[in-house]
C-alpha cells in the first residue's frame, strides 16, 4: 500500500501556480502527490477496480469538466476553488 507523502496548503498553492503558468513538470509532480488520496477515496467509493482506475485518470486530467492545465489559472488557492 502506497502511503501518502505529507503534502502542505502552500506547496499545493504553489503548484497549481506553476501549472497555471504552463508548467507541465508541476502537474506531474501535482499528480504524483494527490495520486495516492484520490486513489484511497474511489477504492472506499467504488470498489471495483476497473472503475476506480477509470475514474482515477478522468479526476486527474480534470478539474470539473475542463483540463486542470486550462482551469489552474482561474483557481483562488485561499478559496479551495474559482
Known amino acids: 500500500m502506497i502511503t501518502p507523502t505529507p503534502v502542505s496548503d502552500s506547496q499545493i498553492s504553489a503548484l497549481l501556480e506553476q501549472i497555471a503558468a504552463g508548467d507541465?513538470?508541476?502537474m506531474h509532480q501535482f499528480h504524483d502527490l494527490v495520486k495516492p488520496r484520490?486513489?484511497?477515496s474511489l477504492r472506499r467509493i467504488l470498489r471495483d477496480p476497473s472503475q476506480i482506475e477509470e475514474a482515477a485518470?478522468?479526476?486527474s486530467a480534470t478539474s470539473g469538466s475542463r483540463p486542470l492545465l486550462l482551469?489552474?489559472?482561474v483557481l483562488h488557492p485561499?478559496?479551495?476553488s474559482r
Open 24 to 26: 507541465c513538470d508541476a
Open 38 to 40: 484520490v486513489l484511497r
Open 57 to 59: 485518470q478522468d479526476v
Open 71 to 73: 482551469t489552474a489559472p
Open 78 to 80: 485561499s478559496r479551495g
